[in-house]
């Protein structure tokens, strides 16, 4: 994916239709973008950068706290209400598998920040819930996040990020839609 400091200038990234050649997705033997299929691409490497932004501050907020940004996000979804594991993976989401925020979910046992607590809905699976130390530190990184927040908003402005966030709605609803009208088709799409 070129980003648009790098935008290349022949037929197949500036929509001046099908090149001819061997290759389907190959320079010379692809169909050209569209204008609005290289603005998506142009915004890719950006998104994330923007990914690894967050994760590098959520990275500062938590490392004082003695915890990881992922088991900040697992012990947060437990904040309001004690889930078995399964539930906050679906939750948390993010790429998070149940197999990984269950090891992540041990480790919070294992150091005191949670516990198991017995689930009333179901036998086999534990509630998870933070323990007095777990929420005392929820406490602080939401005093760090809360300044974090508030600095950056600031210099960029809430209508801008307001605008922003409508835009990637939109872009991640087109995706899905997108995937799961391959899928429905036969081409399934990972």
Known sequence: MHSSG??????????????????????????ARTSAGDALTDLVL?????NGEFLAAAEAMTRPVGLTPAWWQVLGATLDEALPVAEIARRVGLGLARQSVQRVADLLVDRGWAV?????????????????????ALRRLAAAQHEWADTVAGAVGEGELRRALATIRK????SREYRDGRAIGGDAVP
Request: proline share 11%; net charge neutral.
């Open 116 to 136: 198991y607590a017995d689930n009333p809905a179901h036998r086999r699976a534990k509630l998870l819930e933070p323990t007095p130390q777990g929420r005392r």
């Open 6 to 31: 790098s935008r290349r200038s022949d037929a197949v990234t500036t929509g001046q239709g099908p090149v001819v050649g061997d290759e389907s997705g190959v320079p010379g033997g692809a169909l």
């Open 171 to 174: 872009v991640i609803d087109s």
């Open 46 to 50: 950006p998104v994330f950068e923007l």
